[in-house]
Nanobody, 125 residues
């Protein structure tokens, strides 16, 4: 079965950077859309970045330039690099994969079938 496990979150000062990782198994990324979502307290889960089966990336427009999504297929790992972290980036970050979901960063969370457990990112001012 499809499994995903995030890591790399933590507490960071504003302006810092983090690299989140998502180790996955049970599927081929050449057949699945993969993405990163985040959910802040009291807010809906939102897509922030995605990468399709051909390696093409998509980002939530306000985050473009600070977020980079990438894949390392031999390591079966999805990455999200976040630069110039801001307090409003504080959220639980999830990786997700789906065979049929639209592979754009703005895709709603319910269209993705497979999820990791999340990794917390906390940014202090």
């Amino acid at each position: 079965q499809v499994q995903l496990m995030e890591s790399g979150g933590g507490s960071v000062q504003a302006g810092g950077s983090l690299r989140l990782s998502c180790v996955h198994s049970g599927f081929s990324p050449s057949s699945f859309c993969m993405g990163w979502f985040r959910q802040a307290p009291g807010k809906e889960r939102e897509g922030v970045a995605s990468i399709d089966r051909e390696g093409r990336t998509s980002y939530l427009d306000p985050l473009k330039g600070r977020f980079t999504i990438s894949r390392d297929d031999p390591k079966k790992t999805l990455y999200l690099e976040i630069y110039d972290l801001k307090p409003e980036d504080t959220a639980m970050y999830y990786c997700a994969a789906d065979q049929h979901a639209p592979c754009v960063a703005v895709a709603v969370a319910w269209t993705f079938e497979n999820w990791g457990q999340g990794t917390q990112v906390t940014v202090s001012s």
